[in-house]
Nanobody, 111 residues
Framework: VHLVESGGGLVQPGGSLRLSCAASGFSFSSYSMTWYRQAPGKERELVARISDVGGTTYYLDSVKGRFTISRDNGKNTVYLQMNSLKYEDTAVYYC?????WGQGTQVTVSS
């Protein structure tokens, strides 16, 4: 199982980023996929989850209405569209699926 995140970076408050997680080594369309994040000095927290065919999603309360999780089973990729970013969204964002973790991608919200 291999998960590779991309799309992180430095963005100003109010800005947007789109994270991607490319998956391989397992039957992607059979698994729910989850984005987590971990800020410095804090525990890793679940940000968003999407069911195997994308019909069901779940969001952390603090990102509802700002973040959107989606997936393309044809491309074995899950996305996290992040809008109206806030300072407190700064963290390393991880993708998880089939029991595996990606390496993470840094998102920094700063003016």
């Amino acid at each position: 199982v291999h998960l590779v995140e991309s799309g992180g970076g430095l963005v100003q408050p109010g800005g947007s980023l789109r994270l991607s997680c490319a998956a391989s080594g397992f039957s992607f369309s059979s698994y729910s996929m989850t984005w987590y994040r971990q800020a410095p000095g804090k525990e890793r927290e679940l940000v968003a989850r999407i069911s195997d065919v994308g019909g069901t999603t779940y969001y952390l309360d603090s990102v509802k209405g700002r973040f959107t999780i989606s997936r393309d089973n044809g491309k074995n990729t899950v996305y996290l569209q992040m809008n109206s970013l806030k300072y407190e969204d700064t963290a390393v964002y991880y993708c998880r699926g089939s029991g595996a973790w990606g390496q993470g991608t840094q998102v920094t919200v700063s003016s």
